[in-house]
């Protein structure tokens, strides 16, 4: 009998697929990155508006998703949508870049917050310099990026034994995280909510203020208003943070061909997820604004605002509430990127255009070794301690191919009208080019008021571009 060449196998519905947008969106940024936004806006109504125009993007894009993913229901995602609407090389840059920092960037960033808030509870885990095991050239190696990369093997093994394994945990975990923060939320306006502190942070809500912690005797906050452009650069900064903190949600397109009925399923399942999301991120900066004064959201310990929410809130008891919300959160959503970021690997290697072994399945019908060349960049990542500077650097590029691929729908519209579209996408023609009108402000934004933003990651994305003609040469041999 002829041996059967192994193919991704449809097991995933709409409910596992919506776990993995959610699961994958949702990692430690809610618990953290409000202090940033805080300290840039200096209000309560920027606040939110912030977390509201994320979360307008979000659903705009997801939205628009769903059409392309309804064209184009296999693995690989945004990847090949770029490569149908344009070509090989834009397809190839995404994807060089997806390897480089986007995902594998993302996977150490979430491993080592796993570790930061487990430190709570083992404290050798804490990335101070009493607790440095040594040093690599410039790089300080300290307990937790180990255990970092101990989570991320650990997931990608799971991962290599078949999609079972890994639906089993994203769906158990979201689940888990899903709740949880619901319950803080619930719990934070019930038993945390000051009138006082509600009104005090919405009094004078919409004057933009920019928030520095003084120094020495001159502790209280440095408060300057903020005029004119400079507020549009001020929004572009939080931003960064916010969106890193809703990114992630396009991950369910990569694992397009283990998805049943995907021409249906991962559209609902986008919109879903995006949806659930932002109302429990707006509803946790609202439950901030309720119980913390907001200099103690600009200046929480480490950032870390649902820490210090929760114990007003619980007690004592908070911290470590916390603590294992973020690490349940943070274990689910590397299972996720981990599950998803492989199938773009693959899906390049079958195009020619990525190592040929990253281009087969294993018995159990997945990408084994597209998931190890992952986990190893990964940890590369972790041992070195750069995932967060590059992750800045790269917001502009994820946003940039964002806007590309959402560009996509109206090029395929006029390239190929007769192609079936199970699903379009909703509020064409107007919606689409929000978003993109909105994406690429805030690129241009981020060009004026933040290059540091902006250039690495450009970098990073053109220096693909002789590595797609190194792929193309190699495929031809």
Same mark, same amino acid.
């Given at each position: 009998?002829?041996?059967?060449?192994?193919?991704?196998?449809?097991?995933?519905?709409?409910?596992?697929?919506?776990?993995?947008?959610?699961?994958?969106?949702?990692?430690?940024?809610?618990?953290? %990155?409000?202090?940033?936004?805080?300290? @840039? %806006?200096? &209000?309560? /109504?920027?606040?939110?508006?912030?977390? +509201?125009?994320?979360?307008?993007?979000?659903?705009?894009?997801?939205?628009?998703?769903?059409?392309?993913?309804?064209?184009?229901?296999?693995?690989?995602?945004?990847?090949?949508?770029?490569?149908?609407?344009? @070509?090989?090389?834009?397809?190839?840059?995404?994807?060089?870049?997806?390897?480089?920092?986007?995902? *594998?960037?993302?996977?150490?960033? !979430?491993? !080592?917050?796993?570790?930061?808030?487990?430190?709570?509870?083992? #404290?050798?885990?804490?990335?101070?310099?009493?607790?440095?095991?040594?040093?690599?050239?410039?790089?300080?190696?300290?307990?937790?990026?180990?255990? &970092?990369?101990?989570?991320?093997?650990?997931?990608?093994?799971? @991962?290599?034994?078949? %999609?079972?394994?890994?639906?089993?945990?994203?769906?158990?975990?979201? %689940?888990?995280?899903?709740?949880?923060?619901?319950?803080?939320?619930?719990?934070?306006?019930?038993?945390?909510?000051?009138?006082?502190?509600?009104?005090?942070?919405?009094?004078?809500?919409?004057?933009?203020?920019?928030?520095?912690? /003084? *120094?020495?005797?001159?502790?209280?906050?440095?408060?300057?208003?903020?005029?004119?452009?400079?507020? +549009?650069?001020?929004?572009?900064?939080?931003? !960064?943070?916010?969106?890193?903190?809703?990114?992630?949600?396009?991950?369910?397109?990569?694992?397009?061909?283990?998805?049943?009925?995907?021409?249906? @399923?991962? /559209?609902?399942?986008?919109?879903?997820? *995006?949806?659930?999301?932002?109302?429990?991120?707006?509803?946790?900066?609202?439950?901030?604004? &309720?119980?913390? #004064?907001?200099?103690?959201?600009?200046?929480?310990?480490?950032? =870390?605002?649902?820490?210090?929410?929760?114990?007003?809130?619980?007690?004592?008891?908070?911290?470590?509430?916390?603590?294992?919300?973020?690490?349940? &959160?943070?274990?689910?959503?590397?299972?996720?990127?981990?599950?998803?970021?492989? =199938?773009?690997?693959?899906?390049?290697?079958?195009?020619?255009?990525?190592?040929?072994?990253?281009?087969?399945?294993?018995?159990?019908? !997945? #990408?084994?070794?597209?998931?190890?060349?992952?986990?190893?960049?990964?940890?590369?990542?972790?041992?070195?301690?750069?995932?967060?500077?590059?992750?800045?650097?790269?917001?502009?590029?994820?946003?940039?191919?964002?806007?590309?691929?959402?560009?996509?729908?109206?090029?395929?519209?006029?390239?190929?009208?007769?192609?079936?579209?199970?699903?379009?996408?909703? /509020?064409?023609?107007?919606?689409?080019?929000?978003?993109?009108?909105?994406?690429?402000?805030?690129?241009?934004? +981020?060009?004026?008021?933040?290059?540091?933003?902006?250039?690495?990651?450009?970098?990073?994305?053109?220096?693909?571009?002789?590595?797609?003609?190194?792929?193309? =040469?190699?495929?031809?041999?």
């Amino acid at each position: 009998m002829a041996e059967t060449t192994p193919s991704f196998k449809p097991t995933l519905g709409l409910l596992d697929a919506t776990m993995v947008v959610a699961g994958s969106m949702i990692g430690s940024g809610i618990f953290i %990155v409000s202090a940033d936004i805080t300290r @840039n %806006v200096g &209000s309560a /109504g920027w606040l939110i508006v912030v977390w +509201l125009l994320t979360g307008f993007m979000t659903l705009t894009a997801a939205l628009s998703y769903g059409e392309l993913s309804a064209m184009f229901p296999k693995a690989g995602g945004q990847y090949v949508y770029l490569k149908e609407s344009y @070509n090989k090389l834009t397809g190839f840059l995404y994807g060089w870049s997806f390897f480089s920092v986007i995902q *594998t960037g993302t996977i150490a960033a !979430v491993g !080592v917050a796993f570790c930061k808030f487990a430190a709570y509870f083992f #404290p050798v885990l804490e990335m101070n310099d009493a607790d440095i095991l040594f040093l690599l050239g410039p790089f300080k190696i300290y307990p937790a990026q180990f255990v &970092s990369i101990f989570i991320i093997v650990l997931l990608t093994y799971i @991962n290599t034994k078949g %999609v079972q394994g890994g639906k089993m945990i994203q769906t158990v975990f979201t %689940v888990t995280k899903l709740l949880s923060l619901f319950g803080l939320i619930v719990f934070g306006f019930i038993l945390g909510a000051n009138a006082e502190v509600w009104n005090a942070n919405w009094t004078d809500a919409w004057t933009m203020k920019s928030m520095t912690k /003084g *120094t020495g005797d001159l502790s209280a906050a440095i408060i300057l208003p903020v005029l004119g452009a400079g507020a +549009l650069g001020a929004i572009a900064a939080s931003m !960064v943070g916010s969106i890193f903190s809703s990114d992630a949600w396009n991950n369910v397109t990569f694992i397009a061909g283990e998805i049943k009925n995907p021409q249906k @399923n991962i /559209g609902l399942s986008l919109f879903l997820g *995006t949806l659930i999301v932002t109302l429990i991120y707006v509803s946790a900066n609202l439950m901030y604004l &309720s119980v913390l #004064p907001l200099d103690q959201i600009a200046f929480a310990e480490s950032d =870390r605002v649902a820490v210090t929410a929760s114990n007003i809130i619980f007690g004592g008891i908070g911290t470590y509430i916390i603590a294992a919300m973020i690490m349940i &959160s943070t274990f689910g959503c590397n299972n996720g990127l981990i599950l998803a970021g492989a =199938r773009v690997y693959y899906t390049m290697a079958q195009d020619g255009l990525f190592f040929k072994k990253a281009g087969a399945l294993n018995k159990n019908a !997945v #990408p084994e070794w597209a998931l190890w060349a992952q986990c190893i960049v990964a940890s590369l990542l972790c041992l070195s301690g750069k995932y967060g500077d590059l992750l800045d650097m790269v917001s502009f590029i994820v946003v940039i191919f964002y806007v590309l691929t959402i560009a996509g729908i109206f090029i395929l519209r006029k390239k190929r009208p007769d192609m079936p579209r199970p699903y379009k996408a909703i /509020g064409y023609p107007i919606l689409p080019a929000i978003y993109m009108l909105m994406g690429i402000t805030f690129c241009v934004l +981020l060009i004026i008021y933040k290059p540091q933003f902006t250039w690495p990651g450009l970098i990073i994305t053109l220096l693909g571009i002789p590595l797609y003609f190194i792929a193309v =040469r190699n495929a031809k041999k």
